[in-house]
């Protein structure tokens, strides 16, 4: 079982698996052309792809998006973050998913409007993935300039591998935690899904 793996041996296995996932290629090559400062491409196709191919299933199947977070504080208006979503629609022209692009510098603007609940400022991509809903979702990778895959993975990734989602009471509500775990756990069935503490 991979999750019981040396944590070396863990991230050989993610690239692998993440490797299968053409759509997933396609964005982080394409998105290492943008030159965004601190980008990951981040949070449910990275994990959903190790999913799938868990259970047999195809890598890319039930993928809504693909989250790309950049951390530029040099300039927080829409403006400036809208340029680059718009550069990006012309770099992923032509990849049959959505990709969602996203300057986790701006995230305190906005987010207690949309979840209810104030979020301090981010200081780096890091950290907002650090806040995501679930343990599981933790995740991030990018590509160096010399093709080297950096992955972020401050809860390891043990949980992604054996299909358990762990809450995250960080940020996100507890509201927000139960309905993406339903939603995954109505798509795959196998998965653990642990309590909110």
Sequence with gaps: MIGRLPLDEQLDALRAVLSRNDVLTQVLARTATLGLPGWYLTAGCLFQTVWNVVTDRPPGQGIKDYDVFYFDDRDLSWEAEDAVIKAGREVFAGLPAE??????????LWYETKFGVPCPPYASSEAAIDSFAATT?????????DGRWRVYAPH?????????VRPNPVLAPRAVYEAKSAR????????TVLDWP
């Design 137 to 145: 979702c933790c995740l991030g990778v990018r590509l160096e300039g």
């Design 156 to 164: 390891g990734l043990s949980d992604v591998f054996n299909l358990v």
């Design 99 to 108: 990709v969602e692009i996203r300057n986790e510098a701006r995230v305190h």
């Design 184 to 191: 995954w756990h109505a798509r795959w069935p196998e998965l």
